[in-house]
């Protein structure tokens, strides 16, 4: 029943764009939240492949240093011929001419000239190892820098007979290896270690 005198409202339609404006503020939010969802989860892909690639670098490089003594050791590599320029072992390069390094992070170098290491069939990581020559017959370049870092330049003097080795590992990880971290590290070794 209707009360005498009272006509029904007309009605504007206003409940209805509120509604519409809230699911499209509702909507827009989920957006972003999934877009910042994926993000984060990306970033966190990216981050554990870092950390993988550096530990496969890691892991590449204590490789290389073992290899380095154990061959030189039971004579399978020599300083003269292993390490020669033009006959020598892939991987292994005589930096004694060349006041600039092997350049360990052009990563197209590393793989065409390094040695590579798997495990379970997988490559993880490949190795450079430098010739760098006798710690006392290094040619300083001009700045007056030994091609070694200082500490070792300075040991030459407890030792001039001491050889100089560069160890540059390359670890990858990721999907084809997308991610990637370079180590390296010189060694000085006296030559009567390998050389009876």
């Known amino acids: 029943m209707r009360s005498r005198g009272t006509q029904p ?5 206003a409940a209805l764009l509120v509604v519409l404006v809230m699911l499209a503020a509702v909507g827009l939010l989920a957006v ?4 910042d969802s994926q993000l984060q989860a990306k970033m966190s892909l990216n981050s554990r492949h870092y950390e993988q690639a550096y530990n496969n670098a890691e892991s590449t490089l204590v490789i290389a240093e073992k290899t380095l003594l154990d061959n030189l050791k039971d004579g399978t590599w020599q300083v003269e011929s292993s390490f020669d320029k033009d006959t020598g ?3 292994l390069l005589n930096n004694t001419d ?3 390094p092997f350049d360990a992070a052009d990563r197209d170098a590393m793989m065409v000239n390094g040695i590579e290491i798997k495990e379970k ?3 993880i990581g ?3 190892i430098e010739y760098l020559g006798k710690l006392d017959e290094m040619p300083m370049s001009s700045s007056g820098d030994a091609p070694v870092n200082q500490a070792n330049a300075e040991n030459a003097f407890d030792n001039p007979l001491k050889e100089a080795f560069r160890v540059s590992a390359l670890g990858s990880a990721g999907a084809s290896g997308s991610s990637w971290a370079v180590v390296q590290s010189e060694m000085s070794l006296d030559p009567s270690y390998y050389k009876e």
């Open 126 to 128: 490949v190795y450079v």
């Open 98 to 100: 060349d006041l600039a």
């Open 32 to 35: 972003i939240g999934a877009e």
């Open 121 to 123: 069939g997988i490559a």
């Open 9 to 13: 409202r007309a009605q504007q339609g």
């Open 89 to 91: 072992i892939k991987g």
